[in-house]
């Protein structure tokens, strides 16, 4: 304004703490989305954190990683005194977002926030300590807190297996047993055949299997893609036709790095498997999947699965 004092500028440059945790003894996140409430703990050990409704659902911590990283100083360059009716204005007498959080160092803390400012482009925010002061704060520190749990879900992870490694595929269910088997050198004497893989059933004399469906099997395993969520716990699975599922077997050779007498890592193979529970298909070439110890059901390309074994298909209304 005319006729103030411009010698003193430092005010403009003026950073004020409006919020702070300490991430490294952080234990509790609580935060909701509209109406609905998220709370989460981190879990005995501290290797994880775990969703209060359903604990068993398997949550990637990079999220949380971000949110208390989000929160760890929160800092302001406006900090505003604050009665009644300005907290009303401002929208932080009913605050679209709320954030508990509670960490040893600070204990439990309460952060709201309220509209947004259309000239900073900031959210107005305070402290549930009040204070009696509010801050704009960069939009960046809400948006850290506008996914639900199964937004954040941690996929299953399957083996990356090469066409040359795989030994055996087998489909087992309700007591019978189609078992596809690799010869790398190939079984018969024969100079005049190159047949690899063979099939038996329920452990039968083993055939020479087609080279078209020879060459579906390596594909088989490679269009297996945990992306399509079909389920988030076990109470999910009998739907899905899991609960009394197909179950294939993989087996394969996995190339693995030890250390060897010298303390130098060297590169061994070692004979393993992995077991892959099958439900019913649907009319679209998708089966119902899942891992034997995880809650996660999930929809995979089971186009060339269906030429190897015969799937139940999902009951008409379900």
Known sequence: ?????????????????????????????????????????????????????????????????????????????????????????????????????????????????????????????????GDGFAYMVNTSVAQMFDLTPYDMVMHDKLPDIPADRLRTLSFSRAGDELKYTYYEAGKDDSADTDDLWYVSENGGEETALDPEIAADIADAINRISFTDIAGYSEAEKEVLGLLSPTVMTVEYVAETSVTDSSGSPVKVNVDSSF????????????ICACLPNSPLSYRIDGSVLAKLFDFPVTPVGQ
């Not at 009913?94 to 259309?118: H, K, Y």
């Not at 077991?275 to 998708?286: F, I, P, Q, S």
């Open 1 to 129: 304004k005319e006729g103030s004092d411009t010698s003193d500028t430092g005010s403009a440059d003026t950073t004020y703490t409006a919020a702070q945790v300490d991430i490294d003894s952080l234990y509790l996140i609580e935060y909701n989305i509209g109406q609905d409430k998220y709370r989460f703990e981190l879990s005995d050990s501290k290797t994880k954190w775990l969703w209060e409704a359903e604990p068993s659902l398997p949550l990637d911590n990079t999220y949380f990683a971000s949110m208390a990283s989000a929160l760890r100083v929160v800092t302001s360059s406006v900090k505003l005194e604050a009665d009644e009716s300005s907290l009303s204005a401002w929208e932080l007498d009913n605050p679209w977002l709320r954030v508990t959080v509670a960490d040893e160092l600070f204990g439990e803390q309460t952060f709201m926030f309220g509209s947004l400012n259309s000239y900073t482009g900031r959210y107005y925010f305070i402290t549930g300590a």
């Open 275 to 286: 077991v892959l529970y099958l439900g019913y298909a649907d009319d679209e070439g998708n």
